[in-house]
């Protein structure tokens, strides 16, 4: 279900979708969205909810976060943008016990450290992330800090990665890197390859 433009106050009508199952905001409505919204959506009962997409949703914080808590079957969540903190990281690790996924890419509060907060997790697989403020070395150190991450999907608009030095912390795991440049070409351990 992809909601534009539903006024906060009728947030509550999203009840009668019970089997509802992947949720996403419109990108021209995202900069509406707050965490009262979230606080909205979470009182609303979704059993079979598994997917949830806040692209760009730039006034969501670790409250709205939060809130989402109450939705426990959430496997994937797709958090660009959003104003999420280092606790914001810890919560997704230890407060949702069916995650697989994130995308927390642009999101510019984060730091490594809150990262490393993913290792707490037994079931999340896959994270998207931008370079932004992370150093290369910073990378490194969370690809061989958290084995458990089986997927890292980064994006890197300005071309800073070494992919070659990448290719040596991943050699022998099964562990995949994938670099996206602002060209939408993705370098999987050097090889370019269009985005699906």
């Not at 809130?67 to 280092?86: F, R, V």
């Not at 992919?163 to 994938?178: A, H, Q």
Request: charged share 20%.
């Amino acid at each position: 279900m992809l909601i534009d433009g539903l006024p906060l106050g009728s947030w509550h009508k999203l009840d009668k979708f019970r089997e509802l199952q992947h949720f996403s905001i419109a990108q021209n409505y995202a900069e509406d969205v707050t965490d009262a919204n979230l606080n909205a959506l979470s009182k609303l009962t979704f059993p079979k909810l598994r997917q949830v997409s806040l692209a760009y949703a730039f006034h969501v914080t670790d409250s709205g976060l939060n809130a989402l808590t109450n939705c426990p079957t959430i496997e994937g969540l797709q958090l660009i943008g959003l104003a999420i903190t280092d606790h914001g990281l810890d919560t997704l690790a230890t407060a949702f016990p069916s995650l697989k996924g994130i995308n927390v890419e642009e999101c510019r509060f984060l730091s490594a450290t809150g990262f490393l907060a993913l290792g707490k997790s037994s079931t999340i697989k896959e994270v998207g992330l931008s370079l932004g403020p992370l150093s290369q070395s910073e990378i490194e150190r969370l690809i061989a800090s958290l084995p458990n991450i089986m997927r890292w999907d980064i994006y890197d608009p300005n071309g800073r990665l070494s992919v070659e030095s990448l290719r040596k912390i991943v050699s022998g795991k099964t562990t995949k890197v994938y670099i996206q440049d602002k060209n939408h070409f993705v370098s999987r351990i050097g090889e370019l390859m269009p985005i699906p």
